[in-house]
């Protein structure tokens, strides 16, 4: 006998059982599909079942009866002769007392499944999600999904070393968008497929991309000069099962998902790893005014930390408006089964979490010591071959750089940035510092027995200054956002050259260019997992705009005719991606230890102009060289770094029963600046002059 009670006209052919509580969400069968709600404080439960995601009615509504379909706080109903592709929605009631326990059931909003695998926004109206009326006919709807009739062909996540790992973050859309891109199919994960071979021939390991989670690409921030500026970034889910609809061609939910999985499985047939930049830290319901979607009309308090003297308002470590309570079981439970969804069902081989310290903060806001949803992603049995990568801090004021709990986690290291950007500039006294981010930054992983696949190192990533920008601006120019120039961060540590923004002038173009190779040249030369900003290859420039999280224009879109303007720094990125894959020298497992090799090197030797004098208290230098000897037969390896303003001659450690040869001098033109194996020069000499503002390379053979 069934518990449930219609209480709209029946027009399907469907029958309900009690169902089962598990697993959460929307599960198809042969016969139906059995849903599964958590929420511990509702009252009441229905289930809306419309024919068509995009219906503006639902076909059924079933009231779940709380004695027989909820067990402890699980509702759960099985509907027989359901079928995937339907869409289906919530309505859920109880308390609204937004001060004292900061319940906001809304009984006239209908809600999206928080484990959906898909939804249709085709009548969403945000503005309808606010307040307290009725949106039934402009609200989101959750879709039905079979998972299991995909040919992978075999394909499974390709689970290659992180330490070996050189990663490219991108943006899907914004990846070929542009009509240079020439793409059959601009802005979706088919158009990634397309340029496939470009990213084979750049050389890079791993496609780090911007959220791909479901969120609201439509929501018009502001308005400026007529134009709408809209959530272009997508660092606002409101959906962490589901796809991102805006970047597939394809219309039928089902058919979205098949075009993410081709695009992994053909990235993962040219040996590319995909990871995800996933937002678990807020959503994009928002603060208090926000519109209701699914977490705060499922259980506001459960999901979010509230002002505890006042639980209508969320406390915003995320800077977001909201902040998710990740070690709350049920949402620790919600993200432990998403990211395993993903690596399952997906084949998606990491994820880089963003503001990752939200993560760490405990059910009452404080850091936590042993933070149970950081654990438990850590021992899943899922998960134990997915990279982890994570934004070691949050809005809130926690940095944890050196200090993230967990041991897998490879960290954005904002030191090795701020750092490498000073020297690249000119500032002096920087040699010791820079030195540490060289060496993988011993001083901040080293004592609790982390390592150097722990440092994540960038110089420029999708938030701030694209490199290009890093040394034609000396301030950011962000006025097209509409806020003043109030938004993005002041103090961006770059340098124009001698003119801000673009010039005519032959010598600053120059120096400019030699300045991009030297910044990429110190960073594939340094210990750790590099990260490539997507586009920094060809230059790609955002005017000085150093926030552009709201311009889904040619501001952010990838210009692909600049790959053929500026094809001699493309060839020197590809070259130096080769080189550092080539010599192992740059990926080692542990922190450099004073071994000596056969010829009397040490596994690092430091320097500056003159030999193992590295100048750590000259608070003037700008020059810095280091000496990393080979072993089981590899080659000896010699840097020289002069981020002087003159050229300054450096010495070169002998070497027995070897010769020196140059790879590298970013001060001389293409090809010269980097040379192909088999095509070193012969270094004859005791000395070699290193130009001005400029990188030399040499190894033993």
């Known amino acids: 006998m069934t518990a449930i009670t219609r209480t709209t006209k029946v027009t399907a052919n469907l029958t309900t059982t009690i169902g089962r509580t598990y697993p959460l969400g929307a599960t198809p069968d042969s016969e139906g599909v059995n849903f599964s709600l958590f929420s511990q404080n509702a009252t009441s439960v229905e ?6 995601p995009d219906d503006p009615r639902p076909i059924e509504i079933f009231k779940l009866d ?47 499944d928080p484990y959906a695998r898909a939804n249709c926004n085709q009548r969403w109206n945000r503005m309808d999600a606010l307040g307290s009326k009725d949106n039934l006919t402009t609200s989101m709807r959750s879709v039905v999904i079979e998972l299991d009739d995909y040919d992978w062909e075999g394909d499974r996540p390709l689970e290659k070393p992180i330490g070996s790992s050189i990663i490219y973050e991108m943006h899907v859309g914004g990846f070929t968008k542009s009509a240079t891109s020439k793409c059959k199919y601009p802005g979706t994960y088919k158009g990634v497929i397309e340029k496939i071979p470009y990213l084979q021939a750049l050389g ?5 991309l911007l959220p791909i989670f479901d969120f609201d690409a439509d929501e018009t921030i502001r308005e400026v000069d007529g134009k709408s500026l809209t959530n272009y970034w997508g660092y606002d889910p409101h959906s962490f099962f589901a796809l991102e609809t805006s970047y597939c061609h394809a219309r039928e ?34 603060q208090h005014q926000g519109p209701t979607i699914n977490f705060k009309g499922i259980d506001n308090s459960i999901y979010y930390h509230l002002v505890p003297f006042d639980k209508q308002y969320y406390m915003d470590y995320s800077g977001c408006g909201n902040t998710v309570n990740c070690n709350h079981p049920i949402v620790d439970k919600l993200i432990v089964e998403c990211l395993e969804y993903w690596v399952r069902e997906m084949h998606v081989d990491g994820f880089r979490f963003d503001e990752g310290s939200i993560l760490a903060r405990g059910m009452n806001g404080a850091p936590m010591e042993n933070p149970a949803v950081l654990w438990h992603i850590e021992t899943s049995d899922t998960l134990a071959g997915t990279k982890m990568i994570t934004e070691a801090w949050d809005a809130g004021g926690l940095y944890q750089i050196g200090s993230f709990p967990g041991y897998r986690y490879a960290e954005w290291n904002g030191l090795f940035r701020d750092d490498i950007r000073k020297f690249l500039k000119g500032d002096p006294g920087m040699v010791d510092v820079v030195a540490n981010r060289i060496a ?94 997507g586009g920094d290859e060809f230059r790609l420039t955002k005017k000085g705009n150093n926030n552009t999280y709201c311009q889904d224009n040619e501001l952010n879109w990838h210009d692909w005719e600049l790959v053929t303007k500026n094809a001699e720094t493309v060839r020197f990125f590809s070259s130096m991606i080769a080189f550092r894959k080539r010599y192992g020298s740059f990926c080692r497992r542990g922190f450099f230890n004073g071994e000596v090799n056969e010829r009397g090197l040490a596994d690092i030797s430091w320097h500056g102009c003159q030999l193992y004098r590295p100048g750590w208290q000259d608070k003037n230098s700008l020059v810095l060289a280091y000496t990393l000897g080979g072993f089981d037969g590899t080659v000896d390896i010699h840097v020289m770094l002069n981020m002087y303003w003159g050229s300054l001659e450096f010495e070169i450690p002998p070497l027995p029963n070897r010769n020196w040869y140059k790879v590298i001098d970013t001060a001389l033109e293409s090809p010269s600046d980097i040379l192909e194996p088999c095509r070193e020069v012969l270094i004859q000499n005791k000395r070699y002059m290193v130009t001005d503002r400029s990188i030399v390379v040499l190894i033993s053979q």
């Open 47 to 52: 289930l809306l079942i419309f024919k068509q």
């Open 66 to 112: 709380p004695q027989t379909n909820k067990t402890y706080n699980f509702w759960h109903i099985y509907v027989k002769g359901l079928k995937p592709g339907s869409g289906y929605g919530y309505r859920i009631d109880g308390s609204q007392d937004l001060h004292g326990s900061g319940h906001r059931f809304n009984k006239n909003k209908v809600l999206i």
């Open 204 to 208: 890079i390991t791993a496609v780090e």
């Open 253 to 286: 939910a089902k058919d979205r998902i098949t075009e993410f999985r081709d695009m992994v499985k053909a990235l993962h047939k040219a040996g590319i790893e995909v990871i995800l930049d996933v937002v678990f830290n807020h959503t994009s319901e928002g």
């Open 440 to 533: 993988g930054s011993a001083d901040l992983y080293q004592h609790s027995g982390g390592k150097p696949i722990n440092s994540l190192n960038f110089i420029t990533c999708h938030d701030g200054f694209t490199l290009n920008d890093l040394v034609s601006y000396n301030y950011k120019h962000n006025e097209a956002n509409g806020e003043n120039n109030q938004d993005g961060i002041n103090e961006n540590l770059s340098w124009n050259c001698g003119f801000e923004g673009e010039t005519d002038d032959l010598k600053i173009e120059a120096l400019r260019k030699r300045q991009v190779k030297n910044a990429v040249a110190m960073l594939l030369l340094s210990q750790g997992v590099p990260m490539i900003l």
